[in-house]
């Protein structure tokens, strides 16, 4: 079993930033393909962005491109996301994921195999 526990979330302005982090328990993340999603009120939970389990090649949806990015730190057993510019549409929930043992990376929010309880982030405008 993983655990994994988001922190970094709140209020800020727009174009802003926040850092985002997903802390794991249980086992190490180093062979886990991570991805980040969000949940805006009223939406169904989309794809934010994506690292493979090597840290080799990451992926972003079109909405976050040249304005997120994640990282991870396996020795820390942690997955970051940097949000830069921030727009009141990237208000929501954010959840990590995990993807299974040497998996890639993944759009799929079905295709993750363990979820945090996810952290707010607002943005105002």
């Known amino acids: 079993q993983v655990q994994l526990v988001e922190s970094g979330g709140g209020l800020v302005q727009a174009g802003g930033s926040l850092r985002l982090s997903c802390a794991a328990s249980?086992?190490?993340?180093?062979?886990?393909?991570m991805g980040w999603f969000r949940q805006a009120p009223g939406k169904e939970r989309e794809f934010v962005a994506a690292i493979n389990w090597s840290g080799g090649a990451t992926y972003y949806a079109d909405s976050v491109k040249g304005r997120f990015t994640i990282s991870r730190d396996n020795a820390k057993n942690t997955v970051y996301l940097q949000m830069n510019s921030l727009e009141p549409e990237d208000t929501g929930v954010y959840y990590c994921?995990?993807?299974?043992?040497?998996?890639?990376?993944?759009?799929?929010?079905?295709?993750?195999?363990?979820w945090g309880q996810g952290t707010q982030v607002t943005v105002s405008s």
């Open positions: 994921a995990a993807r299974g043992h040497y998996s890639r990376a993944s759009p799929y929010p079905g295709e993750y195999d363990y």
């Open positions: 249980g086992r190490t993340l180093s062979t886990y393909a």
